[in-house]
Every structure is written in C-alpha cells, then in structure tokens.
C-alpha cells in the first residue's frame, strides 16, 4: 500500500479567473521577426541548420535535433535568416537561436506535405518529423513518449484537458475549436500503439468544452471524464489517478501503470500534422493578466518576440510587476520582453506591481497545511527545513526530488512562506552533492 494519501483528494481550490474562455481564438498577424531558441524542449538542443543569409520558408527546419532526446525547429514565417544569436532560456541558461527576418509571402517549403503513414514505425517518424513536443508545458520530445519500452503494456491513453492553472484558456479553445484534429489524433494514436481505450480528462469548469467532445466522440473506447476543479487536476499523477484510479508509484512514470498521457494540444496537432504536413510552427496562447488591456486566446508564431503578442493585446494599462511564460502557479519569469513565444508556452500574463508583491513570511506554525495539500504527499515544511540546514541525506529520505514545483504548499501556506522555490533549491543542491 502506498504511504501517501490519496492524490486526487489533495490539492488547492484556486481562483481559476478563466475570462478568456469565451473568447474565441484570434490570429495574429506576422511580427517584424521571428526568433528560434535551438533549446525549446527538454534533452540536447537542436543544432542550427541554417547560416546567415539564407532563405527559408514555412516550415523549413531551421535547427536539427541534437540527439534522440531532442526535436527539430522549423520556421513558421518564409524569409531570410539575419543571424544566428545567444538568448537566456527561461532557466537562465544561454541559448542559441536562429533569427529571421520574415518577407511577408509566407510561401510554404516545397517539403512540407502530409506524410505517409502506415505502421507504429512511420507513425513514430512523422511525429519526430514534425517537431512536436509536449505542448502542455513540458517540451518532451513526443515521438520519445510515444515509444515506451513496454509498448505492449499499454492499454489506457489519457488526454490531458484539465487545464487546471488560473487565467489560461488555450486548451480550453483547443477543445472547442479543434475537436475535429483532437479526435483525428486520439485516432491515430490509439491505431499505430495498439491502444484500445482513451480517457479525456477535463476540469468541471469547461461545459462547452466537454459537451462538445462528448458530442464529437464517433468511436468506441474513448470517453470523457469531468474532474474536480481543483488544483493541480492536470498533474500527471493526479490525473491519471483520477481518469484511471489506478496509482502511479514513486519513484515511477504512467507506463508503468499502463498509460500514456499527452496533453490535448498535443494530440490535436498529431491529427492536423497527418492531415497537412506542416510542422509545428504556431502556437495558441492565452494573453492575460491584470494590467493587459485586451485579453486575448492568440495563434501565433512561435518565435514571436513576446512584446509584439502584448502589443497585439493593447499592452499595458500600467507598470508590470511580472510577466510571465505560463500561469501564475507554476509559470516562469519573462526577465526581458524581446524574449521569443516558445513552443511549449501555452499563456502570457502579466500583472501589475500590486499584484506581484510577495508578502512578508512568517514562522511556520506547524499547521500542517502543506503536507495535506501536496499530491505527491510531500512535506514541504521539513523539505525546506533539511535544504536550510544542508542536509541532502534528509532531503533524499523526504523524497524531495520528487517535487514537481506545483507551487501548491506555497499557496496554502498561512505564513505564506516561499516553500516550492526553496524546494526547487533543494533539488540543485541534492544535484550538486550538497552545494548550495
Ligand atoms: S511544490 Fe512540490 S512539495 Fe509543494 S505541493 Fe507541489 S509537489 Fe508538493
Ligand atoms: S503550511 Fe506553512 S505554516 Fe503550515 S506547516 Fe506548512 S510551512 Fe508551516
């Protein structure tokens, strides 16, 4: 049995403040450039196949994937590459990107055409072709996830549609508006792994969207499943705890328990790649916050310097306290705004000095919220007590870098300590043998 609680009944009730989720999504025009980080997705980052000078076009691959764990980058804009510069990544590492000045004809690389596919090994092929990653946040490289070890152990494929983060609406769009390519990719999946079941999983707090799938279904062994609205639903372990009640162990990953989980966004590009052929090179983004002055659910392209998508949204209606790439759990800072739209960016908010101030902590009063509120059961309050003290023999036996800096314990915490930041700290500390 396992020692931690039950996952699907812990969490927090956050504010969800969705009020894009109406908003249908608009296309924003082509910015004056498009700059591609090489690093956009995790495992070694691709490397520039282009040169200064040289023409491309929509969906010409401009960087090469760097290793098996790792994804091509194509361009979405035709035009001609003005250089190839260093960037910081939101990790603050350096970065190189490809930077291209776009022609305004958007011609489409002789290339691109829809790839043929008739077994797991070409299926696999074209998902790697296609440079998709997990669109939902994480950047895994997908034709990795899509080709488990266990293969045939697999018997559940989990659509993540929870879209539990406040503020952001984009997979909520996603499921509105490309119903038709979310079904077309589940298919695809489903056929070429040899899966014979798929759970949707989808915050109570979308109607639209869960009456449309359940509606759009047209195949057995799909179903939708409404979850709880409380965070963090669209953890990978919750969810599939919730979607399959089945637990997945620690330390451990969902092919162990039989599943593949891939984000709605994700599987809807799998279904239009197979239909097109055009790589991944636009993005849907919630644009948000309290200081932006037209709120929007944008396509874009990605690349897209993040100050033109908020200028595209009005700008500000006051002084940014932070922006960020992400929502407000567990969301990174934009330090610099001419910082490109990354594929794996599923919003940008940003709020005003007001709402970015982090309040004074306190002493702990040993409340125990923390520890009840993690759905990995994880003791925040003795994990940053051990990282304080230098203690990684503690950290390691507290499980710590299980964390996966949900920001859960940090939002209930009364004395409003700035616990998942300290624990992230921690985990470069057991990473680095004890160095802080
Ligand atoms: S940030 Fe880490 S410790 Fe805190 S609730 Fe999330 S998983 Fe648990
Ligand atoms: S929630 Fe905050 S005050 Fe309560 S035990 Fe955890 S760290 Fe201490």
Redesign the pocket.
């Known amino acids: 049995m396992s020692k931690f609680l039950k996952r699907s009944a812990q969490g927090a009730g956050v504010p969800h403040e969705k009020r894009t989720s109406n908003l249908e999504t608009v296309v924003m025009p082509l910015p004056s450039k498009i700059v591609l980080s090489m690093g956009q997705h995790i495992g070694a980052p691709a490397a520039p196949a282009v040169a200064k000078g040289d023409q491309v076009y929509v969906g010409t691959v401009v960087g090469k994937a760097g290793g098996f764990v790792s994804s091509d980058i194509h361009s979405g804009v035709s035009g001609t590459v003005d250089s190839i510069v260093t960037i910081t990544a939101p990790n603050g590492a350096a970065q190189t990107a490809v930077v291209i000045i776009p022609d305004g004809e958007q011609k489409v690389d002789p290339a691109v055409a829809p790839p043929v596919v008739t077994d797991l090994k070409s299926f696999q092929d074209a998902i790697r072709a296609s440079g998709l990653v997990g669109l939902g946040g994480a950047g895994f490289p997908t034709a990795v996830k899509l080709a488990p070890k266990n293969l045939d152990e697999i018997d559940t494929l989990v659509i993540n549609g929870a879209e539990c983060e406040p503020y952001i609406t984009s997979d909520n769009r996603c499921l509105i508006e490309d119903t038709h390519f979310i079904l077309g990719g589940i298919k695809a999946v489903m056929k070429y792994l040899d899966i014979k079941k798929c759970v949707i999983g989808i915050e109570g707090n979308k109607p639209q969207a869960i009456a449309k799938m359940k509606d759009a279904i047209d195949m057995p062994g799909v179903e939708v499943k409404e979850l709880p609205c409380r965070y963090?639903q669209g953890a990978e372990k919750v969810l599939i705890e919730n979607c399959t009640g089945r637990e997945v162990p620690f330390p451990g990953l969902p092919s162990d328990v039989g599943v593949i989980v891939m984000n709605v966004t994700s599987v809807a590009f799998v279904g239009k790649y197979l239909e097109t052929g055009m790589p991944l090179v636009t993005k849907r983004l919630t644009v948000d916050g309290d200081i932006v002055k037209e709120p929007k659910n944008v396509e874009v392209i990605i690349g897209t310097p993040v100050q033109e998508l908020l200028d595209f949204c009005g700008g500000f209606t006051d002084e940014p306290g932070k922006v960020l790439y992400g929502g407000p759990m567990m969301g990174n800072c934009i330090a610099d705004l001419s910082q490109p739209v990354l594929k794996n960016n599923n919003a940008v908010l940003a709020f005003s000095k007001k709402w970015a101030h982090i309040p004074k902590a306190t002493n702990c009063i040993h409340c125990g919220r923390?520890t009840n509120?993690?759905?990995?059961g994880?003791s925040?309050k003795e994990?940053v007590q051990a990282y304080n003290d230098g203690n990684v023999e503690l950290l390691q036996q507290l499980n710590a870098d299980?964390?996966?800096?949900?920001?859960?314990?940090?939002f209930v915490c009364p004395a409003k300590r700035p616990?998942?930041p300290s624990?992230a700290l921690a985990k470069i500390m057991m990473k680095n043998g004890g160095k802080k």
């Open positions: 963090p923390c509120a993690c759905p990995l994880l925040a994990i299980l964390c996966m800096s949900c920001g859960t314990c940090s616990l998942a624990i």
